[in-house]
């Protein structure tokens, strides 16, 4: 069991540079500049990218109630040097089995219970809530002394740009993150019916965006075709 609390991780990758990655098709772009990548250099990563790739993430995020930790151990348990950053928020996995079982650097954190309340739609039916834990998004808005916060968040990609944050990385760089599933992904296979919520999204990058205004951090957007074109400066060669 390693069992290590996220406010913990708080600046213990100060200074370097972070590769956000979603499972967007333009992920492709970058698979080989990633493989490449130096010691100052880290990947934060999410749900599939095991399968649609062949990167190993240096932190593996999770934010669901389908894809449950106890249904990805066995994944989970070819990558052991990777921190398993796992929403227990919203999983329906014990939080005790998660961390008798996970032999991973295991992180559960809660992206929903702000204020220390508990809510009244939690997917199992806030079990895993702990009194006095800062959510993700606390955690970043105290780091920043910043006035906002993002919400619960409909997509993980809020999530691994606020750990990079967090983390303490002054560079980093979006990839991946199309918002966009008609356009497939990485892998060229995998497809989705589902809607993107964007007029909730788009606000809450906004929001982490205004939240380390005045900081000399630098966000960028790798993806021509990335919702998020309007709202973090687009680089394709770096």
């Given amino acids: 069991m390693n069992h290590i609390p996220l406010i913990d991780l708080v600046d213990t990758q100060k200074g370097k540079t972070a590769f956000v990655c979603g499972t967007g098709p333009s992920l492709k772009n970058y698979i080989d500049r990633l493989k490449n990548r130096n010691e100052n250099e880290i990947i934060i990563s999410c749900n599939d990218i095991d399968i649609m790739t062949d990167l190993v993430p ?49 992180v559960p954190y809660d992206q929903r219970h702000f204020d220390g309340q508990k809510c009244t739609n939690c997917p199992n039916a806030c079990n895993n809530f702990l009194e006095n834990r800062l959510t993700i998004q606390e955690i970043l808005q105290n780091k920043f002394k910043s006035t906002k916060k993002y919400s619960t968040g409909c997509t993980v990609a809020l999530h691994m740009l606020s750990l990079s944050l967090i983390l303490g990385c002054d560079k980093i760089y979006i990839m991946g993150v199309d918002l966009n599933y008609k356009l497939g992904y990485v892998d060229g296979i995998t497809t989705n019916s589902d809607i993107i919520n964007l007029s909730t999204i788009k606000p809450d990058f906004l929001t982490i965006k205004d939240t380390i205004d005045g900081y000399d951090i630098k966000i960028f957007n790798t993806s021509e075709v990335s919702e998020l074109t309007d709202i973090f400066e687009t680089v394709l060669n770096f």
């Fill in 58 to 106: 240096d932190y593996w995020v999770f934010a669901n109630s389908v894809q449950t930790i106890q249904s990805m151990k066995p994944r989970l348990d070819k990558f052991p040097r990777s921190f398993v950053i796992h929403a227990d928020s919203v999983d329906t996995t014990p939080r005790s089995w998660s961390e008798e079982n996970i032999v991973n650097p295991y």
